[in-house]
Antibody, heavy 121, light 107 residues
Framework: EVQLVESGGGLVQPGRSLRLSCAAS????????MHWVRQAPGKGLEWVSG????????GYADSVKGRFTISRDNAKNSLYLQMNSLRAEDMALYYC??????????????WGQGTLVTVSS | DIQLTQSPSFLSASVGDRVTITCRAS??????LAWYQQKPGKAPKLLIY???TLQSGVPSRFSGSGSGTEFTLTISSLQPEDFATYYC?????????FGGGTKVEIK
């Protein structure tokens, strides 16, 4: 059974940093690209960042570029999101998501339950 | 960046109705489009990928069509469990943008 379990969320002051983790199991982690998607309270989905199976291709939303860094450790079956210079508008539930295909990017077939990031002084 | 515009943003319908949601891309994305369903307090669920391929386990009343810049998600006969918010997403290029969502509520 595929499982994605996020952790690392919490309350943080504006301007500070936080590192999110996603522990993956039930599939061959290093075969698939992985992504972070967030959802602010009462709002829609926002894609944040994605990373290919070998970390050779990485993308970011304009809203986080230069502040967030995605990475993965295939030996540990883990995905990470380093979030620096956090702002009030970064407050959201952060989901880890798996690509449906190990080839082309067609969609995200498994999602974690999310970890909540609250940015407030 | 590719923008996705969903319409309508809100839809009121009855059980048994045929429902169609549209997603328009600001530039051509071939068939690199997915549809998701999200219920309150839950993670999104993949319904359709590659514009028209039904994800395993998803009821056949859901279907997707389109290519290029215009796409549709159709629910042929709305069921009580289908009342939710639906999102499209483009996977043609980074950033992998989502549409603004369509909330389907009971009339």
């Amino acid at each position: 059974e595929v499982q994605l379990v996020e952790s690392g969320g919490g309350l943080v002051q504006p301007g500070r940093s936080l590192r999110l983790s996603c522990a993956a199991s039930g599939f061959t982690f290093d075969d698939y690209a992985m992504h972070w998607v967030r959802q602010a309270p009462g709002k829609g989905l926002e894609w944040v960042s994605g990373i290919s199976w070998n970390s050779g291709s990485i993308g970011y939303a304009d809203s986080v570029k230069g502040r967030f860094t995605i990475s993965r450790d295939n030996a540990k079956n883990s995905l990470y999101l380093q979030m620096n210079s956090l702002r009030a508008e970064d407050m959201a539930l952060y989901y880890c998501a798996k690509e449906i295909s190990s080839g082309w990017s067609w969609g995200f077939d498994y999602w974690g339950q999310g970890t909540l990031v609250t940015v407030s002084s | 960046d590719i923008q996705l515009t969903q319409s309508p943003s809100f839809l009121s319908a009855s059980v048994g109705d045929r429902v169609t949601i549209t997603c328009r891309a600001s530039q051509g994305i071939s068939s690199y489009l997915a549809w998701y369903q999200q219920k309150p307090g839950k993670a999104p669920k993949l319904l359709i990928y590659a514009a028209s391929t039904l994800q395993s386990g998803v009821p056949s009343r859901f279907s997707g069509s389109g290519s290029g810049t215009e796409f549709t998600l159709t629910i042929s006969s709305l069921q009580p469990e289908d009342f939710a918010t639906y999102y499209c997403q483009q996977l043609n290029s980074y950033p992998r943008t989502f549409g603004g969502g369509t909330k389907v509520e009971i009339k």
